[in-house]
């Protein structure tokens, strides 16, 4: 609804009337930030639809994280074996922001910044990104720094965002920001969007930037990538201070709502 055209025109299309028809009949909406939250209010308000209550509650990031005993696959285990790479988790598609870091590192190597890390991608290719991946494919002189991974297990997650220099998160529009929270989690800075509901989901702990500026994120690509020393004062903060939401916190956020909805 906010951003109508980074979905499918149907998807687009059906929307305004699934929330209308909700907002009529549900006694509680949940909502998974508070920037979801007010853009559900702001659209429910134009539209004259009613306002039922509505409650946060934030989504948990507690994957698994022992890795005792796993075999990774080759591709996963070539990364981790002394690979410098930072990575990007999430479907590829338009939403998520891969155009602006591919661009960025499309900068990087025409700037000739030397000893760049590897940018991996981590998720499968979703809709409206033929011409992207293809682009890539075709670009060789960036097409080697870059890597896909799909069909990532849990435990080989836990290893590449353990193995990670940090991840970048460029997505244009979030509910949440699940790869944002999951990254810190894990103890990784992220470099991340400051659309929409991101930075409410990794707080004082990542930086924020503009999704669509290419210039900017290539310039703090670099600088990141040229100050060790700042990452790892990074990740001490993180890991000392950042407190993760676990899943078993929101199914009761969820639970306990329905369970005050008895009698009513």
């Given amino acids: 609804i906010v951003t109508p055209g980074?979905?499918?025109?149907?998807?687009?299309?059906?929307?305004?009337?699934?929330i209308?028809?909700?907002?009529?009949?549900?006694?509680?909406?949940?909502?998974?930030?508070?920037?979801?939250?007010?853009?559900?209010?702001?659209?429910?308000?134009?539209?004259?639809?009613?306002?039922?209550?509505?409650?946060?509650?934030?989504?948990?990031t507690?994957?698994?994280?022992?890795?005792?005993?796993?075999?990774?696959?080759?591709?996963?285990?070539?990364?981790?074996?002394?690979?410098?790479?930072?990575m990007l988790v999430s479907t590829i598609e338009r939403r998520k922001g891969h155009d602006t870091v591919y661009r960025a590192y499309q900068r990087l190597v025409e700037q000739g910044v030397p000893d760049l890390p590897l940018l991996v991608f981590v998720g499968m290719p979703g809709w409206g990104v033929d011409d992207l991946l293809a682009d890539i494919q075709r670009t060789k002189r960036v097409?080697?720094?870059?890597?896909?991974?799909?069909?990532?297990?849990?435990?080989?997650?836990?290893?590449?965002?353990?193995h990670s220099l940090f991840t970048v998160f460029p997505s244009i529009y979030e509910g949440w920001g699940l790869?944002?929270?999951?990254?810190?989690?894990?103890?990784?800075?992220?470099?991340?969007?400051?659309?929409?509901?991101?930075?409410?989901?990794?707080?004082?702990?990542?930086?924020?930037?503009?999704?669509?500026?290419?210039?900017?994120?290539?310039?703090?690509?670099a600088f990141n990538f040229s100050h060790q020393v700042g990452l790892q004062e990074k990740e001490n903060l993180i890991r000392q201070n950042y407190k993760p939401h676990t899943w078993l916190e929101a199914a009761s956020s969820i639970v306990s709502a329905a369970e005050a909805l008895k009698g009513t």
């Fill in 179 to 221: 790869p944002v929270s999951e990254s810190l989690t894990h103890g990784k800075f992220c470099l991340a969007s400051s659309a929409a509901s991101i930075p409410e989901a990794g707080g004082e702990f990542c930086e924020y930037l503009d999704p669509w500026d290419v210039p900017l994120w290539t310039e703090r690509l």
């Fill in 6 to 18: 980074l979905t499918t025109a149907r998807v687009a299309e059906m929307f305004p009337s699934y």
């Fill in 20 to 60: 209308a028809g909700l907002a009529r009949c549900a006694d509680k909406l949940m909502c998974i930030s508070t920037s979801t939250k007010n853009d559900l209010d702001v659209f429910l308000r134009q539209s004259g639809q009613p306002l039922p209550n509505s409650e946060v509650f934030y989504l948990g």
């Fill in 143 to 162: 097409s080697k720094y870059i890597r896909f991974l799909s069909h990532v297990t849990d435990c080989e997650l836990t290893l590449l965002y353990r």
């Fill in 62 to 86: 507690d994957i698994p994280l022992d890795s005792t005993g796993l075999s990774p696959s080759p591709h996963v285990k070539e990364l981790i074996d002394g690979t410098s790479y930072i």
